[in-house]
């Protein structure tokens, strides 16, 4: 399953591993059959609209103008 309708090349599927709901914001762990984490910090609102909870499918798409590097 992939959503092909928008110009996000980097989409991962998944499920729900975590939610920390927060009164305006929340963080979401994604799971992805590989084993991969993706966290997406949304509104608590877009939590409650898309209905997620623990387990449910889920796919991440990542679009990002920067990715930061640090050193060891």
């Known amino acids: 399953m992939s959503i092909t309708a928008i110009n996000v090349r980097n989409q991962f599927r998944g499920k729900v591993k975590e939610v920390i709901e927060g009164p305006v914001v929340s963080e979401i762990d994604v799971e992805t059959p590989a084993g991969l984490i993706v966290t997406s910090v949304i509104t608590t ?3 409650k609209e898309l209905g ?3 387990g ?3 796919i991440a798409l990542v679009k ?3 990715v930061s590097i640090a050193t060891l």
């Open 45 to 47: 609102r877009s939590v």
């Open 52 to 54: 997620l909870t623990v």
């Open 56 to 58: 449910k499918e889920v």
């Open 64 to 66: 990002s103008t920067e």
